[in-house]
Nanobody
Framework: QVQLVESGGGLVQAGGSLRLSCAASGRTFDRYAMGWFRQAPGKEREFVATINASGGVSDYSASVKGRSTIARDNAKNMVYLQMNSLKPEDTAVYYC?????????????????WGQGTQVTVSS
């Protein structure tokens, strides 16, 4: 089993940057692909980024591609999401998720473990 705890959210002005962190428990972290998803009020959960178990393959949604970078440190059981050039439409609760099998996926239902989320608010 994997437990996930996100941090790093907050209030930032448009054009600013944030780095979200996700701390994972468990000895088999390096066997899981990791993903970041977000959900704004009244909207469906949305894929943001995913990275495979080794960290060598990643994918991004069109809405954040070029502005965000996902990375992981398997030695520290951590995954990160660096977000730059933030826009008001990036405002949402951001969730970290883990998926067994190690292969990236943008479909949220393929992820077995979820953190509690961290709020990101971008002011205009």
């Amino acid at each position: 089993q994997v437990q996930l705890v996100e941090s790093g959210g907050g209030l930032v002005q448009a054009g600013g940057s944030l780095r979200l962190s996700c701390a994972a428990s468990g000895r088999t972290f390096d066997r899981y692909a990791m993903g970041w998803f977000r959900q704004a009020p009244g909207k469906e959960r949305e894929f943001v980024a995913t990275i495979n178990a080794s960290g060598g393959v990643s994918d991004y949604s069109a809405s954040v591609k070029g502005r965000s970078t996902i990375a992981r440190d398997n030695a520290k059981n951590m995954v990160y999401l660096q977000m730059n050039s933030l826009k008001p439409e990036d405002t949402a609760v951001y969730y970290c998720a883990a998926r067994g099998g190690g292969i990236i996926d943008s479909y949220w239902m393929s992820y077995e473990y979820w953190g509690q989320g961290t709020q990101v608010t971008v002011s205009s």
